[in-house]
């Protein structure tokens, strides 16, 4: 009976899925990128013999309810639209050249201090694995070290690369573009998160894929999150991480679908609420250092056995630990709301939704793995004054009657 129900779970997942492409007909929509990702995911982790606990049936119907509320706060979305004539008649121009150019030469000013910093961190590691020796370091939470002010050269750097994605006149393969790209890989990777390839990759893709049109299809999607994935875990394997947590499930696996597994275990066993020091962290870090005697949480989550260890929940588990079940399902209807205003406005070539609605790409993808919304919200607020900074001196906002002078810019 119980394996009933639960087919009958995926089965409304798979409908809800359905329903979604056959209401928005767009492969870049949020709703449907949304449906898309989280049935792929029950799906795998129902079909594969992964080696982790069997899902619960409460867990496939959160995720069917949380698929339902996102789908929900699209439409809001899109309608609150329709109803701004006066948002919808306005456009504005390409960004100021002078400013992405000034972003390019502070970042790659910021190269040898990141390099010497990451020689220094690793020095003080025990392996033989450079990588292995800095990614220890930086994680440490015993005796926490990093890259301090040199981290904000990444999120400057992956600016200017995507301001200069968004000019369609610009050749992929010119110094213009190549250079940024450059400089940006040398940043992921001396960051050792992975996580930044994705950061990097996805909102590009996006970007091309809303200005230059003839550039994006299904099939060169599937190729690029394709190799996404496998430099996901080749890099993984590099750095010597799935040695240790492959024991009793494959790594590849672990990672894929141990986020939703994880969950499932502080769902059945967590007993009391945190009441906002998870979603709110970002206010208690800036109260802190403002020397207010508050306690700001851990990026870095606890380890759970699935029966291998992983500490990555998915994207409802700081919602879920600060106000419930029903709070987390509800930010799945805010999230919604927003990926569908920003989807709305970047598809009339606003230049600043492109960017937002892009960069927006990366948490909705990561949902599966952990949260990349609020908890990341200090690191977001600096990007997005980074992605707007720009566009202050030569934003000009005009009638719609005119918007097409400027349109051919970037569609033509």
């Not at 672990?254 to 020091?277: M, N, P």
């Not at 700081?318 to 209807?333: R, S, T, V």
Request: aromatic share 18%.
């Amino acid at each position: 009976m119980n394996d009933f129900i639960i087919y009958v779970s995926v089965g409304m997942c798979l409908v809800m899925a359905i329903a979604n492409g056959l209401l928005w007909r767009d492969i870049k929509s949020p709703a449907v990128l949304h449906s898309l990702l989280w049935v792929t995911i029950i799906l795998l982790h129902r079909v594969v013999p992964h080696g982790m606990e069997v899902l619960i049936v409460e867990i496939y119907f959160i995720i069917f309810i949380s698929m339902f509320l996102f789908s929900c706060g699209a439409i809001l979305g899109v309608s609150l639209i329709g109803k701004n004539n006066a948002a919808s008649r306005y456009m504005t121009v390409l960004p100021d050249q002078k400013i992405v150019s000034l972003y390019f030469y502070v970042a790659l000013l910021g190269l040898p201090f990141l390099i010497l910093r990451a020689l220094d961190l690793a020095s003080h590691g025990t392996t033989d694995n450079f990588f292995v020796n800095l990614r220890l370091s930086i994680i440490d939470e015993e005796n926490p070290q990093g890259y301090g002010v040199i981290s904000y050269f990444l999120p400057i750097a992956f600016s200017c690369f995507f301001l200069c994605l968004l000019d369609k006149d610009t050749s992929l393969k010119s110094t213009k573009i190549v250079f940024p790209l450059a400089i940006c890989l040398i940043y992921a990777v001396f960051s050792t998160g992975r996580t930044f390839l994705f950061l990097l990759f996805i909102p590009s893709l996006f970007i091309l894929s809303l200005t230059r049109m003839d550039f994006f299809t299904l099939g060169k999607a599937l190729v690029f999150f394709g190799i996404l994935l496998l430099v996901f875990f080749v890099i993984g394997s590099f750095l010597g991480r799935f040695d240790a947590e492959a024991e009793d499930v494959s790594a590849f696996w672990l990672y894929l679908l141990g986020g939703i597994t994880a969950f499932q275990e502080i769902f059945s066993t967590s007993k009391h609420l945190d009441y906002g020091d998870n979603t709110f962290r970002t206010m208690y870090a800036i109260l802190a250092a403002l020397g207010f005697d508050v306690e700001v949480k851990g990026m870095l989550q606890d380890y759970v056995y699935i029966p291998s260890p992983t500490n990555v929940y998915t994207v409802f588990q700081p919602y879920f630990k600060d106000f419930g079940i029903y709070f987390a399902l509800f930010m799945q209807f805010l999230f919604g709301l927003m990926h569908a205003v920003l989807y709305g406005f970047s598809k009339q070539k606003n230049p600043v939704a492109i960017l937002l609605y892009s960069l927006s790409m990366y948490p909705l993808f990561m949902q599966w793995f952990q949260d990349q919304y609020f908890s990341l919200m200090s690191f977001w607020l600096f990007f997005a004054i980074l992605l707007l900074l720009p566009f202050f001196n030569m934003t000009v906002w005009i009638r719609k009657s005119h918007a097409d002078r400027f349109g051919d810019k970037i569609e033509s």
